[in-house]
């Protein structure tokens, strides 16, 4: 299935095939994500398994959370 070409949301260019088959929900080129540091902000929370109102701390794994930066136009 060939990828469709669409518009950077922030400069106009088209963005790169290449990069919307690595990347299908990107909505800015790679010139635009280098010069806003990156389409999202990431952040790793520790998940605490731990009983409530216990003090020992357990922690089982770790969540990352995503969240889509607000990109305004050039």
Same mark, same amino acid.
């Given at each position: 299935? @060939?990828? =469709?070409?669409? @518009?950077?949301?922030?400069?106009?260019?088209?963005?790169?095939?290449?990069?919307?088959?690595? $990347? @299908? #929900?990107?909505?800015?080129?790679?010139?635009? %994500?280098?010069?806003?540091?990156?389409?999202?902000?990431?952040?790793?929370?520790?998940? #605490?398994?731990? =009983?409530?109102? %216990? $003090? =020992? =701390?357990?922690?089982?794994?770790?969540?990352?959370?995503?969240?889509?930066?607000?990109?305004?136009?050039?």
């Amino acid at each position: 299935m @060939p990828v =469709k070409v669409r @518009p950077c949301r922030r400069c106009g260019a088209a963005i790169p095939p290449e990069r919307l088959e690595a $990347l @299908p #929900d990107t909505t800015i080129c790679v010139k635009c %994500s280098e010069a806003v540091g990156g389409e999202f902000e990431v952040t790793v929370v520790p998940e #605490d398994l731990g =009983k409530g109102g %216990s $003090l =020992k =701390k357990n922690y089982g794994g770790w969540t990352v959370r995503r969240r889509r930066r607000s990109i305004l136009p050039e």
